[in-house]
C-alpha cells in the first residue's frame, strides 16, 4: 500500500512537470493546452530513434542522458512553432478555439509518431543512471527520483521568476489583462513564447522521465500521461503552479493505490473522474485557482 | 426558392443518387461513414449551439452500439433494441453534462475528457458489455447492402429533421443565449441548468442512435477501437473542418475523413496509402481551419451559395440597415403631447410603481450601491444620472435580479428581492444593457423572440416535437416579434443578424426586443451612448412613443443631458452607490454637487453639464 503511494506520487511528479507547463501556458494566455503530452513525447521519441540507428547524417549514437537533453530542446521547439504557428492567431478568439487547435496538433502530432516510429513501444534507457532506492519498502528507479527532484527544482526556480524578475511580473500581469499590459509595456508576445516554450521544454523533460520510468514509450502513451497531467492541472486550479503541483500528485497517489489494489481494469480511470468532477463541483475554480480560473 | 437552394437540392439529388451506383462493397463502407456523420451531427449540436466541446462522443457512440447488440442480443426486437441504445446514450450524455451545471467551458472539456478515459478502460474492457459471440438480429428486410444504407440514408433524415427543430424552436433561443449571453439571459426566462442538460440530452440521442446505426450494420461489436478516445477527437475534427452548424459541411468532412480513403487507392505526388496519409491530413486540416477558417466547408458552400445567387440576381436585395420611418401618424401623436410647458409639469401624483428602500450591493468588500432610497411612478420618465462606476448599472442589476442584493426593492407593492429574474420579467420589468445584450451571431427576429422566452410555459423540449400548446405559442411569439419590429421600424430587417447592422441599429433593437414582451417597467442603460445626433434625436422620440402610446414607465441611464431634459420627469443623481440629488432634470443638472459629481471638480459652474 505505501509502496503503491510512493511509486504513484512519483508518477504524479512527473504528470506535475507536464502540468507546470500546461498552468504556465493558462496563465500566460487564458488558453487550455491539450497537446503537452504530445509535443513532449515527439521530442523523446525522436530522441530515442537517434540513440539506436544514430543521428542523420552524423551517425552518432546519442547517449541515454543526451535523449533527454534532446526531448528538452525539441519540446522547446515545437512549443515555439506551435505559438508562433497556430496559437499566436487564436489569442483574440474564443478560448474554445484555442482548445480545439492543441487538440488538433495532438492529434497530428499522435499521428505523425505513429508514421514516424511505428506503434510498438520504444524500449527507453534510463537518462540518469541505473541505481534505484527503497523507500518504505517501494523500490524506486533513478527517473522517479529524478522526476520528484526535478519537480521540487522547477517549482523553486518559477518562483523566484514570479516574485523576483520584473519578466516574471510580466507574465503574471499579461494574465490579467493582455491589452492593458500591452499598454503597460509588456511585451506580451515575448511573454506568449516564453510560456510555450517553457511548457514544451517541461513536456520534454516529463516525457523522457516518465518513458524511462514505465521502461518505454509508445506513441499515444504520453496521450495517457498528459491526460492525467490535465487531470491534475485542473484539480489544482488552471493558473496554480502549487495547485497543479497538489493535483497531479493527487491524481499519481490516486493512480498508483487504486489501480494497484483493484482486479478490475479502469478502476483508476473511475477514480481520477470521480476526483475531478467531485473537486470541480465542489469548488469550480480548483483548489487554489484564483476567480478567472473558474 | 432561391437559386442557391435550387442548386443545393439539385446537388444533394445527384451525390444521393450517385451513391446507389457505387457497388455492394463501398455501400457498406458509406453505412459506416453515415454511422460517424450522424455521431458528428450530434456532437455539433453541443459545440455550435450551446458552445461546449464534448470529448466523450466517441464513448457515447459506443455505449449506443453496444446498448443495442446487447438488447438485440437478449432477445428484443430491433426497434426497441435501437431505442434502448438511444436512451441509454441520453442518460450516459446528460451525466456527464452535470458538471456543466456547475463548471464552464474550459474545464467541461476536460470532465467529458476524464468520462472518455473511464468509459474505455472501464465499460468498454468488461466482456459483459462487450463479449465477441453476441448479435444483434436484423429483420430479413435489412440484410442487403443496399437495404442498410437505406437504413441508415432514414436515420439520417430523422436527425437532420430533428436539427430543423431545434433550430426553429424554443431550444434554438435557449442555446444560443447560454452560450453567448448566459447570465443576461435569465432576464428573458432563459434557464441555463436545464437548457445544458437538454443539450446534453439531444446531442446524446443524436450519437446514440449513430451507435445504433453501427450495431445495425455490424451485427456483433468484437473490436473497442471505434469508441476510443482517438475517434472522439476525430469527431471534433469533423465538425470542425466540416464547419460547426453545417449540416452539409459536416457531412462532406465525414466523407473526406472516414470514407475517402476507401475509394481512392493511393494518393498521387506523395504517393502513400490514403488510410495512412488521410487521418494525419485531417488533424492537420483541424489546425489549419480553426486558425485560418473557422467556418469551415460550410463557410466554402455559403459563399458559393452567395455567389450564384449575385449572378442570378445582380441587384441583391439588401436590406437599409437604419430603421425605417414609423407610422407618421403615431409619430405626431406622440409629440404633440410633449408639448406641455415645463413649468407647468409636475411630479405624476399617482403610486410609487418601484420603489427602493435601503437597497443595498456589495461585491466582497466593495459597496456598489449604499443604501439607496427612491421611487419611480406610473407613468414617468425618470433619469437615471452619475459619473461612471456611481453605481447606476447596478441598480438596474438589483432591480433586475442580477446582483447580490439586501434591503427592499418593490414593484406594485410586491417585494422583487429573493425572486429570480426570470419572475421580475414576468411581473412586467424589462431592461437593456449598456452593451448589448443580445446576441450578435443570431437574426434580429431570433434575439426578439429570445426576448419573451419566459412568456413561453411549455419546455423547451415538449417544443421540439409540437407538443402542448407550443405551436400556437410560437406562432404568437413571431407575431408580437413582428410587432415589436414594426413599432420601431425594424420589420425589414427581422433576417438579418444583429452583428451585421450598424451599431445604433442593434441599439434600437435591443430596446424594441426588451418591449416585445409588452413590459410596464422599461430600465434602458444608456440607449444613446454610440449614438449620432439624428440617431438620438429619433431616440427620444420613441422613448416618449412608448409612454404615449403603450402607456410605459421608464427609468433611463443617461449621459446626455439635452436626452434627459427632453424626456425625462424626474432625474436622481447617483455617486458612489448613495443619491446626492433628485428633481427636475432641468434643475438637478444645474447643482453644483451633481456638476462636481460630473467633472470631477466644483468649480466648473456655469451653464450646467453638457457632457
Known amino acids: 500500500m505505501a509502496a503503491r503511494l510512493i511509486t504513484g506520487l512519483t508518477s504524479g511528479a512527473g504528470y506535475a512537470l507536464v502540468a507546470i507547463g500546461v498552468v504556465l501556458i493558462f496563465k500566460g494566455m487564458r488558453i487550455l493546452s491539450l497537446a503537452q503530452g504530445e509535443i513532449g513525447a515527439f521530442g523523446f521519441l525522436l530522441a530515442l530513434r537517434w540513440s539506436a540507428r544514430g543521428v542523420p547524417g552524423l551517425g552518432w549514437h546519442i547517449s541515454p542522458f543526451v535523449t533527454m537533453v534532446v526531448a528538452v530542446v525539441v519540446g522547446a521547439l515545437v512549443g515555439a512553432l506551435v505559438e508562433r504557428l497556430v496559437v499566436r492567431p487564436l489569442a483574440t478568439r474564443p478560448p474554445l478555439d484555442a482548445l480545439i487547435a492543441t487538440l488538433g496538433i495532438a492529434l497530428f502530432l499522435a499521428l505523425l509518431e505513429k508514421e514516424m516510429f511505428g506503434t510498438a513501444a520504444h524500449f527507453a534507457p534510463s537518462p540518469v543512471g541505473d541505481w534505484k532506492i527503497e523507500l518504505f519498502g517501494a523500490t524506486l528507479t533513478a527517473p522517479r527520483v529524478i522526476a520528484i527532484v526535478a519537480l521540487a527544482i522547477v517549482a523553486f526556480a518559477l518562483w523566484l521568476f514570479f516574485t523576483r524578475t520584473r519578466f516574471g511580473l510580466g507574465v503574471l500581469a499579461t494574465s490579467g489583462d493582455p491589452v492593458v499590459a500591452r499598454i503597460l509595456g509588456i511585451p506580451v508576445t515575448r511573454v506568449y513564447r516564453f510560456v510555450w516554450i517553457a511548457a514544451g521544454a517541461l513536456a520534454g523533460l516529463a516525457a523522457a522521465l516518465l518513458g524511462s520510468a514505465f521502461g518505454g514509450i509508445a506513441p499515444f502513451d504520453m496521450t495517457r500521461f498528459g491526460l492525467s497531467a490535465l487531470a491534475g492541472a485542473v484539480i489544482g486550479g488552471l493558473d496554480s503552479i502549487w495547485g497543479a503541483i497538489i493535483g497531479c500528485l493527487a491524481v499519481g497517489a490516486i493512480e498508483g493505490v487504486v489501480g494497484g489494489t483493484f482486479e478490475t481494469s479502469g478502476t483508476a480511470e473511475l477514480a481520477v473522474l470521480v476526483l475531478v468532477v467531485g473537486t470541480l463541483l465542489v469548488r469550480p475554480r480548483g483548489l487554489l485557482g484564483s476567480e478567472a480560473a473558474a | ?611
Not at chain 2, 444504407?149 to 444560443?176: D, E, G, P
Request: charged share 15%.
Open chain 2, 1 to 611: 426558392m432561391k437559386p442557391s437552394q435550387a442548386l443545393a437540392l439539385f446537388a444533394a439529388g445527384g451525390v444521393l443518387a450517385a451513391s446507389f451506383l457505387v457497388g455492394d462493397v463501398k455501400l457498406s463502407i458509406l453505412v459506416g461513414v453515415l454511422a460517424v456523420a450522424i455521431a458528428a451531427l450530434g456532437l455539433d449540436v453541443l459545440v455550435a449551439r450551446v458552445g461546449e466541446l464534448s470529448l466523450a462522443h466517441a464513448a457515447f457512440f459506443g455505449i449506443g452500439a453496444f446498448t443495442t447488440v446487447n438488447a438485440g442480443d437478449r432477445g428484443l426486437p430491433w426497434p426497441l433494441a435501437i431505442l434502448a441504445g438511444v436512451v441509454a446514450t441520453v442518460i450516459a450524455a446528460t451525466i456527464a453534462g452535470l458538471p456543466s451545471l456547475r463548471i464552464r467551458g474550459l474545464q467541461v472539456a476536460i470532465t467529458t475528457l476524464a468520462f472518455q478515459v473511464f468509459a474505455e478502460s472501464f465499460l468498454f474492457t468488461r466482456t459483459d458489455v462487450t463479449a465477441a459471440g453476441r448479435e444483434l438480429v436484423r429483420p430479413p428486410f435489412l440484410e442487403g447492402d443496399v437495404q442498410l444504407y437505406c437504413f441508415a440514408l432514414v436515420c439520417l433524415a430523422l436527425v437532420l429533421a430533428l436539427r430543423h427543430r431545434i433550430a426553429v424552436t424554443k431550444a434554438s433561443r435557449s442555446f444560443f443565449a447560454v452560450r453567448d449571453i448566459e447570465t443576461r439571459a435569465k432576464c428573458f426566462g432563459v434557464e441555463p441548468g436545464p437548457t445544458k442538460l437538454l443539450a446534453y440530452a439531444l446531442s446524446g440521442a443524436i450519437v446514440g442512435l449513430a451507435g445504433a446505426v453501427f450495431a445495425m450494420k455490424a451485427g456483433s461489436i468484437s473490436a473497442k477501437e471505434p469508441f476510443l478516445l482517438f475517434e472522439s477527437l476525430q469527431l471534433v475534427a469533423i465538425v470542425v473542418v466540416g464547419g460547426r452548424g453545417s449540416a452539409t459541411g459536416i457531412l462532406t468532412a465525414a466523407f473526406l475523413v472516414k470514407g475517402l480513403s476507401q475509394f481512392v487507392t493511393t494518393v498521387p505526388i506523395v504517393d502513400l496509402e490514403p488510410d495512412r496519409i488521410f487521418p494525419i491530413s485531417a488533424a492537420l486540416l483541424l489546425v489549419i481551419a480553426v486558425v485560418a477558417f473557422p467556418a469551415g466547408i460550410g463557410g466554402v458552400y455559403r459563399v458559393i451559395g452567395r455567389l450564384v445567387d449575385e449572378v442570378f440576381d445582380p441587384a441583391g436585395a439588401r436590406p437599409d440597415p437604419r430603421p425605417q420611418p414609423v407610422d407618421p401618424a403615431a409619430a405626431e401623436h406622440a409629440a404633440a403631447l410633449r408639448d406641455v410647458p415645463r413649468a407647468v409639469r409636475l411630479r405624476v401624483p399617482t403610486p410609487a410603481l418601484l420603489v427602493a428602500d435601503a437597497a443595498r450591493v456589495e461585491y466582497g468588500g466593495i459597496v456598489a450601491l449604499d443604501d439607496l432610497s427612491l421611487e419611480v411612478r406610473r407613468g414617468e420618465i425618470v433619469g437615471l444620472i452619475g459619473a461612471n462606476g456611481a453605481g447606476k448599472s447596478t441598480f438596474f442589476n438589483a432591480v433586475s435580479g442580477l446582483g447580490p442584493t439586501t434591503g427592499s426593492i418593490t414593484y406594485r407593492g410586491e417585494e422583487l428581492v429573493g425572486l429570480s429574474p426570470a419572475r421580475r420579467s414576468a411581473l412586467g420589468i424589462a431592461r437593456t444593457f449598456q452593451d448589448m445584450g443580445l446576441v450578435r451571431a443570431e437574426t434580429v427576429r431570433q434575439n426578439v423572440l429570445l426576448a419573451q422566452t419566459w412568456l413561453v410555459p411549455t419546455p423547451a423540449a415538449a417544443g421540439l416535437f409540437g407538443l402542448g400548446q407550443s405551436v400556437r405559442e410560437e406562432h404568437d411569439l413571431r407575431r408580437r416579434a413582428d410587432l415589436a419590429l414594426e413599432l420601431f421600424g425594424l420589420g425589414h430587417l427581422a433576417d438579418v443578424r444583429l452583428g451585421d447592422l450598424p451599431y445604433g441599429t442593434t441599439r434600437i433593437v435591443e430596446i424594441a426586443a426588451s418591449i416585445a414582451t409588452g413590459p410596464e417597467l422599461l430600465l434602458l442603460d444608456e440607449p444613446s451612448a454610440g449614438l449620432g445626433p439624428e440617431e438620438s434625436h429619433a431616440l427620444a422620440d420613441s422613448l416618449l412613443a412608448l409612454r404615449a402610446e403603450l402607456g410605459m414607465t421608464l427609468v433611463v441611464i443617461e449621459h446626455h443631458v439635452p436626452l434627459i431634459a427632453r424626456v425625462c420627469d424626474y432625474a436622481y443623481c447617483l455617486e458612489s452607490g448613495s443619491l446626492i440629488a433628485e428633481g427636475r432634470p432641468d434643475v438637478v443638472t444645474q447643482q453644483p454637487q451633481v456638476i462636481a459629481s460630473f467633472l470631477g471638480r466644483s468649480d466648473a459652474a456655469t451653464g450646467g453639464v453638457s457632457a
